[in-house]
């Protein structure tokens, strides 16, 4: 009997996570070396899931399917492949860009494509059917991203004189629309847009002055805000796991050659304050423009530029809730870089 209280324990949690539709063990994908692999939120639990990938992304909801890119003879095409490696297929032909993005109801992919002769938006369903042009100009229009109300779908493009500029449109490509060129104005590049979990919010990097700043916009009032303005460079901004927002979340790096040193920081909305909640002990930098935010951490790959003999990536998990001697700092996962929650 001594045994029984535990495994009750055991099988009532296994029957909550079955119906919930949760799986227990690793949720987190990332590259190793060019490799597609797995491991919990702890770092531990590390698996190959399939050779030959980057780029990986969970399906939205679920930890069962996983959609990268994988670089082939011809070009790259984005595939999927389940969680545990099985029923790899193919979904789009061997003109893909790396960046795509998820539907919120799983049924499409939206991603790059250089197939018509230059990057334009295209959407496919998850089964390989149905692909459809969205964007045809002959400017560059890439790193689509759908909302997460599945109403929108923000990209970036350099139509207007050559800048990089965040376009909306609607899922079918209709209603395209410049969103930070009109009111922002002025010479620069606006870049890397990153959805408020409601989606009632971009947050995006902008350079004016040859330097890139985080801005945010409130897309009900058009209200942009700039959250730093000094000379260093600020990159890879994401949100807190509430709705409305409470934070934005970015890293900052002083410009080289003075120093490559790189902090996690957060922006708070409602005071305009920020904090500074972790930084690397040595100089190191960014593997992606994008960052993994979970309802606790942010997941992030760095590397060290001037390691020897080989920069190794490595992948952290920072706490984005605590302040002050409360944070842990930089917490180390193991090598490999573009780790996605």
Same mark, same amino acid.
């Given at each position: ?14 029957? &909550? ?19 597609? /692999? ?19 992304? /969970? ?9 990268? !890119? ?10 999927? !492949? ?25 049924? /499409? ?104 700043? &985080?801005?945010? !916009? ?70 992606? /423009? ?52």
């Amino acid at each position: 009997m001594s045994n029984y209280r535990p495994v009750m324990l055991a099988l009532a949690a296994a029957l &909550i996570l079955a119906l919930c539709g949760c799986r227990v063990g690793p949720s987190i994908v990332y590259v190793d070396k060019k490799d597609v /692999w797995k491991m919990d939120s702890g770092g531990g639990q590390k698996s190959m899931v399939v050779a030959n990938g980057t780029r990986p992304r /969970w399906i939205p909801g679920t930890k069962d399917t996983i959609a990268f !890119v994988r670089h082939q003879a011809g070009g790259k095409a984005i595939y999927l !492949v389940d969680h545990d490696g099985k029923n790899e297929r193919q979904l789009t032909g061997n003109d893909a860009g790396e960046n795509f993005s998820w539907s919120p109801d799983r049924n /499409w992919i939206v991603y790059e494509s250089d197939k018509d002769g230059n990057p334009n938006i295209y959407k496919i369903r998850s089964d390989g059917t149905g692909e459809t042009r969205l964007t045809d100009n002959s400017a560059d229009d890439i790193f689509p991203r759908w909302s997460p109300g599945g109403t929108q779908i923000a990209f970036m493009s350099d139509r207007r004189n050559g800048d990089w500029d965040i376009f909306l449109m609607d899922p079918d490509g209709k209603n395209q629309t410049n969103l930070t060129g009109g009111y922002l104005g002025g010479n620069g590049a606006d870049k890397f847009p990153a959805w408020s979990l409601g989606g009632d919010y971009l947050a995006f990097q902008g350079y004016r002055a040859y330097h890139p700043d &985080i801005f945010f !916009v409130e897309l009900a009032t058009k209200k942009f805000t700039r959250t730093t303005t000094d000379t260093l460079e600020q990159m890879a901004a994401g949100w807190d796991f509430n709705t409305p927002p409470n934070y934005v979340l970015f890293f900052h790096r002083p410009k080289p050659p003075t120093s490559h040193s790189l902090s996690l920081r957060r922006y708070t909305l409602a005071t305009g304050k920020i904090e500074e909640l972790a930084k690397f002990p040595s100089p190191c930098t960014l593997t992606n /423009w994008e960052i993994s935010v979970t309802a606790a951490n942010v997941y992030c790959g760095v590397i060290n530029p001037i390691s020897a003999p080989t920069p190794v990536p490595e992948i952290y998990a920072i706490q984005y809730h605590l302040t002050g001697s409360a944070q842990p700092g930089p917490r180390l996962l193991g090598p490999g870089r573009l780790p996605h929650y």
